[in-house]
């Protein structure tokens, strides 16, 4: 047997492609990214990046009611987005097999909140699996896509960031291949007119019951018999930390989550003598036992935390009363993530921070821009976001009969943020006669999640697509006053932001330059900017664009570190007393190779 | 070793080349024949940020990762990692460190000092290798051999052969920066082996 050490998304896109899957497609997000973008190694299967989770849902429903194998993939929220298909795909079932992955983060490593998708499956009807490790994420891919076929069912898979984001070995299989069986309408099926609808509802609830008797007979739900004392009920990753924690209790490993098997856990609760159900987020399998009526004590939230991630090490402590003896260290400066050297997102904050604007924002890199120094982001609410957030207070502080242009609001999109789902809010802002002011920070890519290609990409580097422009789309929305600023050029940048929130009308400002880690950008050798100690005042203007390349030294000078600088010059430009230069003015620079791959973009649009 | 896991947590800064190195390990473990789990954190922390990779092997692994005094090994690619990462491991624990310095944000804007004695401070409380593998990385003729460098170090107190750890390295780096990465390995064993001629 070939064996290989994968993550879990790895192994969910080796899943896929030994089950014989057809399509997938996703919107990036952590920790759910790489699934697709694995699944895209494999030629047998198409594979790509929709505009957001709820066209990607909508998209693989098509594919499934063709009789395609189809996957998407979304973080946690991103099934908020996705939910109203979800709960009608729930109702319709899947021809061609249908599996849905959710990657849950708790711990918020990635994300603004913790919420626990396991009730999505509970409340939308859809059967879930939830693998403990690499391997089993494999496998129950696989068996989803044939399950899903079998009880007519979309299929969810629930990962959270250390089942995604571990590795461990898995043991490799052989793709089965499956034939598309082609679309034939069924309107009974897919139309869900009210009249449709009623009849499917009751078809939900028989396949419940189906799905039921399945659980308490799947290989992946069983009893590992233990000691009597202690019986531990878990899911997910939760299951290893307890495995390890309390190594000899009797186990109910659950892979199964939804139905739960009912006979199966009063076969365990008759076993022992108490139970500790440990998992991550909410009370989910505990609320299910305790409302089981069992008989025996059960624990769970009252020791286990309810919020971040579990260890061994908290479970132990939380259940054994085990407490850990470790060295403690004194506070020491925390290493908060940075806006990159060569970013072209920082001179739009530091303005934004000078205009003193109040600056409603969205998700991607450019969220950093609200830590210090730059400090310029007041709300982070989720995808899309700013928008509606921004033209919400220009509505109130309207009713409050105050002229909004005072508050000078802006909202701050990125360019995949905003085909994801900022363009309908800004129909709504244009529509309802609001004036905010929006600025898009067009850096060509989807750049947090580690680059995928969006709508608005200048350089397609897998297969030529068609291109969404930014600038024609807002025109199309019917705004006339829309400014195209490269965002390193300051003092237009600066001219232009103070006009627009000044303007009795809605303005679109799209600020454009291409992510330096590009890899056009990234390929290439810069040269750096010095700082002149003798000439330096130490007015800190410098410091606040919060480059990580700019420290600062004992006697409050500004040092720029040459292996981090990229040359970009943007702390030549807000220096009042240029004491910065580059060190070899005629070499590459970020500033010139952006120019240069713009101009490159613009020849491919002609 | 045996039948004990064993926990390396490798810690460091968003673009040190931790991710490779912490995956070298891993399949050096594999290829020993113990079962291997690794657990790496993305996003955020990729840009600048601190990353934190934990690898754990031994005849069965359960959970990827731990929690506070439970590492055996901290392998540090920058020192104020390791002395943020120390609650992590065992008190009878060891830490191989990079006496090298980055500067977080909180420092380099002015906001916050970089702490003074580091290494004397891990050093007072538990068994450290300070080591300056930047330096020795050159001395390979490679910069970017520091990773291996440390990993050098790492395998002279672990239960891996050293011919796996070549194999593993001559399969994972590309063809042109063997050699040197083959010598930053064997300066990092030497390291180790000074240390506990010393010790």
């Given amino acids: 047997m070939k064996k290989a050490i994968l993550s879990g998304n790895e192994a969910i896109a080796r899943g896929f492609w030994e089950g014989g899957g057809h399509f997938a497609n996703a919107y990036p997000g952590t920790p759910s990214t790489e699934i697709v973008e694995n699944i895209m190694k494999y030629p047998e299967i198409r594979a790509q990046w929709a505009v957001n989770e709820k066209t990607s849902l909508e998209i693989a429903l098509g594919a499934s009611f063709a009789g395609a194998r189809s996957l998407v993939a979304m973080k946690h929220v991103g099934l908020n987005v996705a939910a109203d298909p979800f709960f009608s795909a729930s109702y319709i079932g899947a021809t061609g097999g249908l599996v849905i992955v959710t990657a849950d983060d708790p711990g918020m490593h990635s994300s603004q909140n913790e919420q626990d998708n396991r009730w999505y499956a509970l409340h939308a009807k859809v059967p879930m699996f939830e693998p403990t490790d690499s391997h089993e994420a494999k496998e129950l891919t696989k068996q989803a896509l044939s399950l899903s076929e079998e009880f007519d069912t979309p299929w969810l898979i629930r990962s959270t960031t250390r089942i995604s984001h571990s590795l461990s070995i898995v043991e490799l299989g052989e793709r089965e291949e499956v034939e598309i069986k082609g679309y034939v309408p069924d309107f009974e099926k897919r139309n869900l007119l009210p009249v449709n609808a009623r009849k499917r509802h009751e078809v939900v609830e028989e396949r419940t019951l189906k799905l039921r008797e399945f659980s308490e007979k799947f290989w992946g739900n069983r009893i590992e018999e233990g000691e009597d004392s202690i019986g531990v009920v878990a899911n997910g990753i939760s299951y290893q930390h307890a495995r390890e924690a309390i190594p000899d209790a009797t186990f109910l490993k659950l892979l199964m989550t939804w139905p739960l098997p009912d006979n199966l856990i009063r076969e365990f609760a008759s076993k022992v003598k108490k139970i500790f159900v440990v998992e991550e987020g909410d009370p989910y399998l505990e609320t299910y036992l305790k409302a089981m009526n069992l008989g025996v004590e059960i624990i769970g939230k009252e020791k286990i935390p309810m919020t971040g991630e579990l260890n061994p090490t908290i479970v132990r402590e939380a259940l054994l009363g085990q407490r850990p003896s470790y060295f403690e260290i004194p506070k020491i400066p925390h290493r908060p993530p940075a806006l990159c050297p060569g970013c072209p997102h920082t001179p739009v904050f530091y303005i934004l921070k000078r205009l003193k604007a109040n600056v409603t924002g969205d998700i991607g890199c450019y969220t950093l821009g609200a830590l210090p120094p730059l400090s310029s982001m007041d709300t982070c609410v989720e995808m899309g976001g700013s928008i509606g957030n921004a033209y919400g207070i220009e509505i109130a502080e309207a009713m409050r009969g105050l002229d909004p242009r005072k508050k000078k609001l802006v909202a701050v999109i990125g360019d995949s943020t905003f085909y994801h789902s900022g363009v309908t809010p800004l129909i709504d802002l244009f529509h309802n006669n609001g004036i905010t002011t929006v600025i898009i920070l067009d850096n060509s890519i989807t750049a947090m999640t580690g680059h995928q290609e969006n709508p608005g990409t200048d350089v397609g580097y897998r297969i030529p697509k068609r291109r969404v422009d930014i600038e024609k789309l807002v025109r199309g929305i019917g705004v006339e006053h829309v400014y195209t600023v490269d965002s390193f050029d300051m003092k237009k940048l600066k001219e232009v932001i103070n006009r627009e929130i000044h303007r009795k009308e809605p303005s679109v400002i799209i600020a454009k330059r291409p992510c330096v880690l590009l890899p056009q950008m990234k390929k290439r050798k810069y040269t750096y900017a010095i700082a002149d100690p003798q000439k330096c005042t130490s007015c800190t203007l410098c410091w606040k664009l919060g480059c990580p390349a700019i420290s600062v030294t004992k006697d409050k000078k500004t040092w720029i570190n040459p292996d981090l600088c990229v040359g970009c010059g943007v702390c030549i430009d807000v220096c009042p007393v240029d004491a910065i230069y580059l060190a070899d003015p005629e070499a590459d620079n970020a500033r010139k190779a952006g120019e240069e791959v713009l101009g490159w973009v613009k020849k491919q649009q002609q | ?199």
Avoid at chain 2, 62 to 90: C, T, W
Avoid at chain 2, 153 to 165: A, F
């Fill in chain 2, 1 to 199: 070793m045996g039948k004990k896991t064993t926990t390396v947590i490798v810690a460091g800064v968003g673009g040190q080349g931790i991710l490779l190195a912490s995956n070298l390990l891993s399949e050096a473990a594999m290829e020993a024949g113990y079962d291997v789990k690794k657990s790496e954190i993305h996003g955020m922390s990729q840009r600048g940020g601190d990353v934190i990779s934990t690898v754990r092997f031994g005849e069965k692994v359960y959970s990827p990762i731990v929690g506070l005094g439970e590492a055996d090994v901290i392998l540090a690619f920058e020192k104020l990692e390791a002395m943020r990462n120390l609650p992590y491991l065992k008190k009878e624990g060891m830490v191989i460190v990079n006496d090298y310095r980055i500067d977080p944000l909180p420092v380099a804007s002015g906001y916050m000092e970089y702490p003074e004695g580091i290494i004397e401070f891990l050093k007072e409380r538990v068994k450290t290798i300070a080591l300056d593998a930047r330096d020795l990385a050159e001395k390979a003729g490679n910069i970017r051999t520091m990773n291996v460098v440390l990993l050098g170090v790492l395998s002279k107190n672990l239960d891996i052969p050293e011919d796996i750890w070549l194999q593993v390295i001559e399969r994972r780096v590309p063809p042109k920066a063997i050699e040197a990465n083959k010598v930053a390995f064997r300066l990092g064993r030497e390291v180790a082996e000074k240390a506990f001629a010393g010790a």
